[in-house]
C-alpha cells in the first residue's frame, strides 16, 4: 500500500489509502504529461495515464460519497457537486487528446486539473473529515 503524505493525510485511514493511490495515478500523469508530447509514444503515454487516473477518480468518488452518506455530512450534495466538477474537467482532457487537440490545448497547460485534484483533498475532503472526527472547522 502506498503511503499518503502527511500534507495529504485527513486522518481517515481508507480515505488516506485511496487518496494515497490516487495521488500517485495523478503524478504518474502529470510526470507522462511532462514528456514528450508532440511525438506519438508521447500523447499515448499521457492518454493512458489519464485513463488510469480517471477510473481510480470514479471508484473513488463513489466510495467516498458512500462513507459520507453513512455520515449524514450535511455538505454532501455540495461535495458531490464538486466531484462531478472535478470528474467532468478529467473527462474534457482526455477527450482533447483522443480528438488529438494537444496543440491546441496544450497538455502541459492543463496540468492544473492535477493541482486542483490535489487541492480538493486539502480543502475539501479536509471538511467532511473534520466533521466525521468532530474536530471543529478550520477558521
Ligand atoms: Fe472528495
Redesign the pocket.
Known sequence: MTIIDPKYSIGIDTMDAQHAKWIQLIEEFRSAGAGHLLDRIGVEAAKLALEQLLAYTCTH?VS?EKLLAEYKYPGLAA?KQ??QELEAAVIKLLDEINAHKTKVTPLKLNLFITVWLME??IQ??DK?ARFILGKPPRT
Do not use: A, L, S, T
Request: hydrophobic share 20%; net charge negative; proline share 0%.
Open positions: 468518488f467516498e461535495h464538486r466531484h480538493h483533498i475539501e475532503d467532511y
